[in-house]
């Protein structure tokens, strides 16, 4: 209560100019007891902390305790310490606090700030190496959802829809928040993903190479002394006589298949028809495609050599034609008649003509080249 008389003598009225100020100095007072408060209680969780430090014997969080800015924030987010009273912090020491965190029923909600972020990143880690070394048609079942992967960085989840591997983690991760604050088996991410999460690895089909195959990967290797292309199960066998062109023809063939072995003909692989006698290299399927995937990309490779050998036939064309017209240009020149005539109009004429020829082939190679950088682009 304030009193309204000068320095509480009875019966001296104030003025309101000295009303006000003594107000606002009442004011003061009560804030700077709030501070005095709020610090009081800040200096408390000081001691909790560096009880618990000792206790512990962990020197990086009595370190933490001694730095002021990280001291507040973990104030902020203590949520053990708002269940102890003032009194129990400064009277117990750094043993039953311990004790009380680990053993008393008002803790047994959840651990430390500190063990749950360390769980949930260790968490976040493994499952994302596991999703890493998950191939494409694997699943991984959690918590009533199922994600498949059907790209490097792509999950497919309820229909079409699709998610990035991060967005997978993040969503997991949420759903398994109390198995790993419940968690007591220790912070290693690789149990906790075992126990929380089922993944089903996908299933990978050979290639079966065909002398289809074969075909395609002999036109890669024109001119660089190739004899033949054998196929044998899941691998190519290329025989061929100059070693020189041995990287040319890894180099050439890895456009469509994977490198595996190679060899001279003194080591050459037995039992297989064909294969020895010369040197050889072998090549199977590239990045473990599934079959379909594989023939999309040997008739798309099978398609561009054909529109390839299409466009070499059009410019040979081309070639001729302008040949043709270049001739008769000259013989327009040595034969017609210089004021006009029936020879200059029929040179006339068959030069319009071959022209016309020319365009028609050079908008039908335009139309080739559009479809070859369509193919190129897949």
């Not at 960085?153 to 790993?180: F, M, N, T």
């Not at 061929?240 to 003909?265: C, E, H, P, V």
């Not at 023939?295 to 529109?307: E, G, N, P, S």
Request: net charge positive.
């Amino acid at each position: 209560m304030i009193c309204l008389y000068g320095d509480g003598v009875k019966g001296k009225k104030l003025s309101v100019s000295d009303m006000q100020k003594k107000l606002k100095s009442h004011g003061r007072i009560q804030l700077n007891a709030g501070k005095e408060l709020k610090e009081a209680k800040f200096q408390n969780f000081k001691q909790y902390i560096l009880k618990l430090a000792k206790e512990m014997g962990d020197r990086d969080l009595e370190r933490d305790a001694k730095n002021s800015s990280k001291l507040k924030k973990m104030f902020d987010r203590d949520l053990h310490y708002k269940i102890f009273t003032d009194k129990e912090v400064t009277s117990l020491s750094g043993k039953k606090l311990h004790n009380m965190i680990k053993y008393d029923k008002r803790f047994d909600e959840g651990k430390l700030t500190e063990d749950f972020s360390q769980r949930a990143r260790n968490f976040r880690v493994n499952l994302r190496m596991r999703m890493k070394d998950l191939k494409k048609g694997g699943k991984i079942i959690a918590y009533k959802m199922t994600f498949t992967k059907v790209d490097n960085d792509k999950y497919q989840w309820k229909g079409s829809q699709l998610w990035d591997s991060e967005a997978v983690v993040k969503k997991i991760k949420l759903a398994a928040v109390k198995d790993i604050q419940k968690w007591k088996h220790g912070a290693s991410g690789a149990p906790m993903v075992k126990a929380f999460l089922t993944i089903k690895e996908g299933k990978v089909n050979e290639v079966k190479m065909t002398k289809a195959h074969a075909k395609i990967l002999s036109r890669l290797l024109i001119k660089m002394s190739v004899e033949s292309v054998i196929p044998h199960k899941d691998i190519l066998f290329v025989n061929y006589t100059n070693y020189k062109n041995r990287a040319k023809i890894i180099k050439a063939a890895s456009k469509l298949f994977n490198y595996d072995n190679d060899g001279r003909m003194t080591n050459a692989p037995r039992g297989i028809l064909g294969v020895g006698g010369t040197n050889w290299i072998a090549f199977k399927s590239r990045h473990n495609e599934s079959v379909n995937e594989a023939t999309d990309v040997w008739k798309r490779f099978d398609a561009m050599q054909k529109l390839q050998g299409e466009g070499m036939d059009i410019e040979t064309d081309m070639h001729n034609i302008l040949a043709t017209i270049k001739q008769l240009h000259k013989n327009m020149e040595q034969e017609a008649e210089p004021e006009g005539g029936p020879k200059a109009t029929k040179y006339g004429r068959e030069i319009e003509k071959y022209e016309k020829m020319y365009k028609k082939r050079k908008a039908e190679l335009k139309k080739v080249f559009a479809k070859l950088d369509k193919l190129e682009q897949f």
